[in-house]
């Protein structure tokens, strides 16, 4: 192998940007990293793809194929010695706070104050490793809700990504059952890593497409229900998510823009959910609910098919 490592540059869109980060496996043997390169301007994002071989044309195809916009950009590629591999990789991925946790990469050394708790969760597995704005407002609530008393005895993660929420959960309510499931096998398999990583033990983790699965069926309802996606499953999982409630539970959504909020919030609303909270981060909005104080049941049979509203552009 050689000793140097590679990194491959275009420009991108934060839509393009977005869906990058969202995807848990994108089948491409490298690292990527997208940034915000002018403030609120949602033409000028960056993609950083950093591998450890020179990239050929395949690879060059493959990474322009998730930025459209720049179909026409020739890529900036550079080569890295390798302990620039490694600080560059993790820029923009310093340790973050948010109440008593502390989230870092393995490039960076933490001090957890009295009382706090730490997470390792490495870049470039899935989607959640706290540094997005989506993981980081979550984390804030959850820590916020056992601040102020709140106490649950069943807890589901749907969407887990790389763990990091349901990890949270275990941490500040240890008495509760908490299950971790993700559509991604891939994402699974990360967050069964990431838990023997931190020694978190107690997670039930399975494959699911969304709430409607025989096993979380026979185990709900949960009367806390976190769910850190996109919008458009958001809404289209409205129902099933309401139904797999406890009457009068809590429901923390995120993977929102501030400007989809009131779609989404109508779309639990539909649902007898009532809004409690909202924390915004950036162009990004964490949701609190409540459930109806009797269990949702929604009006018609789930059919798996009708969620085309996956795509839609909230």
Known sequence: MSADSWKVTLPCTRAEAEAIDSASDLAIDAVLMTTEEVEDDVERWR???????????????????????????????????????????????????????????????????????????????????????????????????????????????????????????????????????????????????NAVLNAVAGVELFVADGARHPDIDAQAPFDLVIANILAGPLVSMAP?????????ATIVLA???????????????????TLDAIDRRGDWTVLRLTAGATRYVPTAPFDPKGRDGWALDL
């Open 47 to 193: 993609l950083d793809a950093y591998m450890e071989y020179e990239p050929d044309g395949a690879l060059l195809a493959q990474l322009h194929a998730l930025v459209p916009s720049a179909s026409a950009t020739d890529p900036l590629v550079v080569r890295l010695a390798d302990e620039d591999w490694i600080t560059m990789s993790q820029l923009g991925l310093e340790p973050i706070r948010e109440g008593r946790f502390v989230v870092h990469t393995g490039a960076h050394a933490v001090d957890v104050p009295a009382g706090g708790r730490s997470f390792l969760i490495e870049a470039g597995q899935a989607f959640g490793t706290g540094h997005h704005g989506t993981t980081s407002g979550c984390l804030a609530m959850l820590d916020a809700l056992e601040a102020a008393g709140k106490r649950f005895a069943s807890v589901i993660d749907v969407g887990t990504g790389t763990g990091l929420l349901a990890f949270a959960a275990v941490d500040l309510w240890p008495d509760a059952r908490v299950i971790a499931t993700d559509i991604d096998p891939v994402a699974v398999d990360v967050t069964r890593e």
């Open 240 to 248: 099933e998510l309401a139904a797999i409630a406890d009457g009068g």
């Open 255 to 273: 993977g929102l823009l501030e400007t989809q909020r009131k779609t989404v919030v109508a779309a639990y609303a539909a649902c007898g959910c």
